[in-house]
């Protein structure tokens, strides 16, 4: 079947430069925004000639795309491309299924080196840093509050500097019957606060050396403590429902006023979008509060090896697209993300994007700009993985801080 | 033609001999294998020892899982053979419309897990379902929050396993009242038998078989419900309601430690082995008898 889409393909647009390629693309960017995004991308791909074969896997966040993906590869067919992130792509290197790097030479001859910061090359890059074999679509930033504009008018509140400030402010709504924090605890996301919380009370370097280099003092040290003692405060400015509830229910909360605030990647900008709401005017977009930090997560696709010119050729096609400046506007409007490639204009993008990309400049001159490890951009899954495990577990129950602390070495032990 | 005749049985039964012999037993002996080696993110065939079992044992969230497994097969076995043989005997009064009133208490069975799970999440919710409904009422000191409470929240699976499975329980005993001669009830009528002591002294005693193949069925369910607790708590609170099987995908697909999934399926593979294998020795056994 491939093969003759392949063929046909080729017949029906033989004038085009890039005639012959094809490509099969493996995502779970099926809903709403996510789809409408990559839609622009299949439409370019056609423009140019090329056969997409798209291979949505929808479901778990991610898990049931894992299963195909890993299915696929032991029986050496690997897809072209697949929604792959973090160090986990340094991973399926090392398994020897992703050289001889097919893309390495587009991103030579198009200068990705100049294109993308060093940290985003660094995700991107195979071979010990020597050739690059995936490319990034977006930054997502993780540690952001938002908040309803009118609860917070109306009481009086500002958005909060330090988690001081947060705490006094929840306190004021609790008492006038507004659930502070809209939250739904699930693991996942019991780890987005928890790294958000890390990153303020901890610190840059803190952060760097717990949840990059996973040093094992830093884990189970004093300030570690603080970090448990903040997230129990935390939990008791959520409401009872908040186990198992999906993120984009919390954020509907903020939306209807039923709740302050919430923290989640901006990717809650699409949920408010969606409903109408423009930032500033019906609600405000700022983050939570640490020292000129920035927690990213880059979505990016790796390029795995295939057999056959025209795949190839398609591998090359559709990585010069992702990283094409049309392409990483119009997808990250869309997405609520900012655009991995440093000269895409921002005029378009709307405060909030605006904000995120001025943030990132600073951080990664304050040395603020560090990876979310709850989003699978640092450490390995898991050593990742037992974190999160002991995060959600404190979360949820009224275990100590001190004893998550000890957990939390012993099973960062454990697993690495 | 002779030799075609006598060997067509076997030669139909072939191909599927074959595609169970390798899907299903080569697959376990994989598994096996990958167990005893260091397979991270993709499968590897190089030995490495029983380490992953010693990893396994030493994460408290496999005790959880394990732990949880337990809470949740007795009871869920208890209630579901309880349920079903108190609904069976009741059916079993010769009533009006029995056949309406069965595919009442079966039908659940016709629901996926998923559906099942899903529903009971919104009920079980303290803000949405029971508590708010009992509350809105008037009663409003009343709660039920087992789904979000950790601890209680392995309860909630069995409370929905238990409505899905015992009508299935119940259609399974109803069958073997059904088989037992009306001359032994009649005869124990005559000798004074009261309605109770009919079915404890003489008609329980008499389905044992029933029994035994009600408690496979219930015991493998069991053990490999993993779409339940995916669609009602998901293994939350935090990890308090895990199940192996959830640890399992957990591990396989979602922190590439393939090697230490699979020991963790074999595990479950033992157990169940440990249930079932005596089971079927016996049965297997008993038919030898006969013979």
Redesign the interface.
């Given at each position: 079947m491939k093969k003759i889409i392949a063929i046909f393909a080729m017949v029906l647009a033989p004038t085009f430069s890039y005639a012959g390629s094809s490509a099969e693309v493996l995502h779970w960017w099926t809903s709403g925004g996510e789809a409408k995004a990559l839609k622009v991308l299949k439409d370019d791909f056609a423009a140019k000639g090329g056969a997409w074969t798209d291979m949505p896997v929808a479901g778990g966040g991610g898990d049931a795309a894992m299963q195909t993906l890993k299915a696929r590869i032991v029986a050496n067919d690997a897809p072209a491309a697949a929604q792959i992130k973090g160090p986990t792509i340094q991973a399926y290197d090392r398994e020897g299924v992703v050289a001889p790097y097919n893309i390495d030479a587009v991103a030579k001859a198009e200068g990705w080196d100049k294109l993308l910061s060093k940290q985003v090359a660094s995700h991107m890059k195979c071979d010990d840093g020597k050739a690059y074999c995936a490319a990034p679509v977006n930054i997502h930033r993780i540690d952001w509050f938002w908040a309803n504009k009118k609860v917070l008018d109306s009481n009086g509140i500002k958005m909060p500097k330090s988690w001081d400030e947060f705490n006094a402010a929840a306190d004021k709504l609790q008492a006038k019957g507004i659930i502070p924090l809209a939250h739904g605890s699930q693991p996942w996301q019991d780890a987005t606060v928890f790294e958000a919380v890390a990153l303020g009370i901890g610190g840059n370097d803190f952060y760097r050396k717990a949840f990059v280099e996973a040093d094992a003092a830093t884990l189970g040290g004093p300030v570690m403590v603080k970090i448990f003692d903040q997230m129990r405060k935390l939990k008791n400015y959520t409401d009872p429902g908040s186990p198992g509830r999906d993120w984009n229910v919390a954020t509907a909360m903020v939306m209807e006023g039923k709740a302050g605030f919430q923290i989640m990647g901006d990717w809650a900008k699409g949920e408010f979008a969606a409903a109408g709401l423009n930032p500033d005017v019906d609600y405000y977009c700022g983050t939570t509060p640490s020292d000129n930090g920035y927690l990213y997560n880059v979505d990016s696709f790796i390029f795995f090896k295939v057999e056959g010119q025209d795949k190839v050729e398609g591998q090359k096609l559709l990585a010069s697209l992702m990283m094409g400046q049309d392409f990483q506007k119009v997808f990250n409007i869309y997405k609520g993300s900012i655009p991995a490639r440093l000269d895409v204009p921002m005029d378009d993008f709307d405060i909030c994007a605006k904000k995120s990309n001025k943030d990132l400049n600073t951080a990664a001159k304050k040395g603020g700009l560090l990876p979310s490890f709850a989003h699978g951009m640092t450490l390995e899954l898991g050593v990742k993985g037992a974190i999160q495990d002991v995060v959600t577990e404190h979360f949820n129950s009224d275990m100590s801080s001190q004893d998550a602390v000890t957990k939390l070495s012993a099973a960062v032990m454990a697993a690495s | 033609m002779f030799w075609l005749k006598r060997n067509l049985p076997r030669i139909v039964i072939a191909p599927s001999f074959g595609v169970i012999a390798w899907f299903v037993y080569g697959f376990i002996f994989w598994t096996i294998y990958v167990s005893f080696t260091k397979s991270?993110?993709?499968?590897q065939y190089q030995f490495w020892g029983l380490d992953q079992y010693y990893?396994l044992w030493?994460?408290?969230?496999w005790h959880i899982a394990v732990e949880n497994l337990f809470i949740f097969t007795i009871l869920f076995i208890i209630l579901c053979v309880l349920i079903g043989i108190i609904l069976a005997i009741l059916l079993d009064q010769k009533i009006r419309a029995e056949g309406f009133l069965r595919t009442i208490y079966l039908y659940p069975m016709a629901l996926s897990f998923i559906v099942t799970g899903t529903a009971w999440?919104w009920m079980l919710?303290?803000?949405?379902g029971l508590e708010k409904f009992a509350q809105d009422l008037g009663f409003s000191s009343f709660t039920f929050?087992w789904?979000?409470t950790?601890?209680m929240s392995i309860y909630t699976i069995v409370i929905a396993g238990v409505w899905q499975s015992s009508g299935f329980i119940m259609a399974i005993f109803l069958a073997g009242l059904r088989s037992i001669d009306d001359e032994i009830i009649k005869a124990a009528k005559i000798d004074g038998a009261g309605l109770i002591s009919l079915y404890t002294k003489i008609i329980l005693p008499m389905m044992r078989p029933v029994f035994m193949s009600a408690i496979v069925i219930l015991v493998h369910l069991a053990i490999k419900s993993y779409d339940l607790v995916i669609a009602l708590?998901?293994?939350?609170?935090?990890?308090?309601s895990d199940m192996p099987a959830v640890f399992m995908?957990?591990m396989a697909?979602?922190?590439?430690?393939i090697g230490?999934a699979s020991a963790s399926a074999i595990m479950m593979f033992l157990t169940v082995s440990a249930i079932v294998v005596p089971y079927l020795y016996s049965e297997l056994k008993r038919e030898d008898d006969r013979k």
């Amino acid at each position: 079947m491939k093969k003759i889409i392949a063929i046909f393909a080729m017949v029906l647009a033989p004038t085009f430069s890039y005639a012959g390629s094809s490509a099969e693309v493996l995502h779970w960017w099926t809903s709403g925004g996510e789809a409408k995004a990559l839609k622009v991308l299949k439409d370019d791909f056609a423009a140019k000639g090329g056969a997409w074969t798209d291979m949505p896997v929808a479901g778990g966040g991610g898990d049931a795309a894992m299963q195909t993906l890993k299915a696929r590869i032991v029986a050496n067919d690997a897809p072209a491309a697949a929604q792959i992130k973090g160090p986990t792509i340094q991973a399926y290197d090392r398994e020897g299924v992703v050289a001889p790097y097919n893309i390495d030479a587009v991103a030579k001859a198009e200068g990705w080196d100049k294109l993308l910061s060093k940290q985003v090359a660094s995700h991107m890059k195979c071979d010990d840093g020597k050739a690059y074999c995936a490319a990034p679509v977006n930054i997502h930033r993780i540690d952001w509050f938002w908040a309803n504009k009118k609860v917070l008018d109306s009481n009086g509140i500002k958005m909060p500097k330090s988690w001081d400030e947060f705490n006094a402010a929840a306190d004021k709504l609790q008492a006038k019957g507004i659930i502070p924090l809209a939250h739904g605890s699930q693991p996942w996301q019991d780890a987005t606060v928890f790294e958000a919380v890390a990153l303020g009370i901890g610190g840059n370097d803190f952060y760097r050396k717990a949840f990059v280099e996973a040093d094992a003092a830093t884990l189970g040290g004093p300030v570690m403590v603080k970090i448990f003692d903040q997230m129990r405060k935390l939990k008791n400015y959520t409401d009872p429902g908040s186990p198992g509830r999906d993120w984009n229910v919390a954020t509907a909360m903020v939306m209807e006023g039923k709740a302050g605030f919430q923290i989640m990647g901006d990717w809650a900008k699409g949920e408010f979008a969606a409903a109408g709401l423009n930032p500033d005017v019906d609600y405000y977009c700022g983050t939570t509060p640490s020292d000129n930090g920035y927690l990213y997560n880059v979505d990016s696709f790796i390029f795995f090896k295939v057999e056959g010119q025209d795949k190839v050729e398609g591998q090359k096609l559709l990585a010069s697209l992702m990283m094409g400046q049309d392409f990483q506007k119009v997808f990250n409007i869309y997405k609520g993300s900012i655009p991995a490639r440093l000269d895409v204009p921002m005029d378009d993008f709307d405060i909030c994007a605006k904000k995120s990309n001025k943030d990132l400049n600073t951080a990664a001159k304050k040395g603020g700009l560090l990876p979310s490890f709850a989003h699978g951009m640092t450490l390995e899954l898991g050593v990742k993985g037992a974190i999160q495990d002991v995060v959600t577990e404190h979360f949820n129950s009224d275990m100590s801080s001190q004893d998550a602390v000890t957990k939390l070495s012993a099973a960062v032990m454990a697993a690495s | 033609m002779f030799w075609l005749k006598r060997n067509l049985p076997r030669i139909v039964i072939a191909p599927s001999f074959g595609v169970i012999a390798w899907f299903v037993y080569g697959f376990i002996f994989w598994t096996i294998y990958v167990s005893f080696t260091k397979s991270k993110l993709l499968p590897q065939y190089q030995f490495w020892g029983l380490d992953q079992y010693y990893r396994l044992w030493s994460m408290p969230r496999w005790h959880i899982a394990v732990e949880n497994l337990f809470i949740f097969t007795i009871l869920f076995i208890i209630l579901c053979v309880l349920i079903g043989i108190i609904l069976a005997i009741l059916l079993d009064q010769k009533i009006r419309a029995e056949g309406f009133l069965r595919t009442i208490y079966l039908y659940p069975m016709a629901l996926s897990f998923i559906v099942t799970g899903t529903a009971w999440r919104w009920m079980l919710n303290p803000t949405l379902g029971l508590e708010k409904f009992a509350q809105d009422l008037g009663f409003s000191s009343f709660t039920f929050d087992w789904l979000v409470t950790p601890g209680m929240s392995i309860y909630t699976i069995v409370i929905a396993g238990v409505w899905q499975s015992s009508g299935f329980i119940m259609a399974i005993f109803l069958a073997g009242l059904r088989s037992i001669d009306d001359e032994i009830i009649k005869a124990a009528k005559i000798d004074g038998a009261g309605l109770i002591s009919l079915y404890t002294k003489i008609i329980l005693p008499m389905m044992r078989p029933v029994f035994m193949s009600a408690i496979v069925i219930l015991v493998h369910l069991a053990i490999k419900s993993y779409d339940l607790v995916i669609a009602l708590t998901a293994g939350g609170p935090g990890i308090s309601s895990d199940m192996p099987a959830v640890f399992m995908t957990q591990m396989a697909f979602h922190r590439s430690e393939i090697g230490l999934a699979s020991a963790s399926a074999i595990m479950m593979f033992l157990t169940v082995s440990a249930i079932v294998v005596p089971y079927l020795y016996s049965e297997l056994k008993r038919e030898d008898d006969r013979k």
